[in-house]
């Protein structure tokens, strides 16, 4: 299994020379494995999805707040000649297709999705459920609207994509469960401490709390994403030196993890 780090910024993307180390493009993770391109979110780094050849393109949605689903009007996959499944959770009584109209329609968007060359196979996640050999199982986040955490297992090596996440004591214990003994668990540490004191209820976890699944879970490695959008290279650089585990670092666009 391989792991690209497209876009790790939370929120909204960010631009200019101070988030050039860590990036400024909005979640999204491309995962290769069993001939496939599983993408993990479609923020604004979708954009840079590369040229996956004859790989089977699917595109799992954690949820469709706007800075995970951005990158998709522009997109090389939308772009491209493919046929793309992309999956995300029925909420509030929409289905998949229905939410993301709410962006790629007018007046939002001058085209609608069939309008693109590739074509678009809205499913209604439900998991558990295979991509070939892939196991694609999920948690329910605690976030505002709700948000999924997914994991993939492919072979005896896994990962697991905790964005959008804010801990509580029962959903700790349910992640670290469920996070078990994986090979690489990306974690939402948007805010310090000090931040999250004022920002409890926004849907989002600190390193500390990261650190905790990642004793808990037996997990190998643990990478913090969704940075904050007001947190320059120079902060999260601070963040990152902070860290006193080797099994801990902060994601840059770019990354790669062979698993
Ligand atoms: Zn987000
Ligand atoms: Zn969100």
Redesign the pocket.
């Known amino acids: 299994m391989k792991v690209t780090i497209l876009g790790v910024r939370g ?1 909204i993307p960010t631009d200019g020379p101070e988030f050039c180390e860590y990036g400024g493009a909005t979640s999204c993770i491309l995962v290769e494995a069993d001939g496939r391109a599983i993408y993990l979110d479609a923020g604004s780094g979708l954009l840079r999805a590369p040229n996956t050849g004859e790989a089977e393109v699917s595109i799992l949605l ?2 469709s ?1 706007m ?2 689903i951005l990158g998709l009007p522009f997109s090389p996959v939308l772009l491209s000649d493919k046929t793309l499944d992309l999956y995300l959770k029925k909420r509030e009584g929409l289905s998949a297709k229905d939410q993301l109209e709410r962006l790629m329609a007018p007046p939002l968007w001058p085209v609608g999705v069939e309008q693109y060359p590739s074509e678009v196979l809205f499913h209604d996640l439900e998991l558990p459920m295979q991509l070939g050999r892939v196991q694609v199982t999920g948690m329910e986040s605690n ?3 709700g ?1 999924t955490i997914y994991r993939l297992d492919l072979e005896g090596r896994s990962l697991v994509y905790a964005t ?1 996440y804010e801990h509580t004591e029962e959903k700790q214990s349910e992640l670290s469960e469920f996070a078990r003994d994986t090979d690489l668990l990306l974690y939402d540490a948007q805010y310090t401490e000090e931040e999250y004191a004022r920002m409890k209820g926004f ?1 989002h976890s600190t390193v500390a709390e990261g650190m905790k699944v990642l004793k808990q879970s037996g997990a190998k490695r643990i990478v913090f994403v969704h940075h904050d959008p007001r947190h320059s290279d120079a902060k999260l650089r601070e963040m990152e030196n902070a860290l006193t585990d080797h099994r801990a670092s902060f994601a840059k666009a770019g990354d790669v993890f062979e698993l």
């Open positions: 929120s954690t949820h707040h800075d995970h976030h505002p609207g948000s959008d849907g």
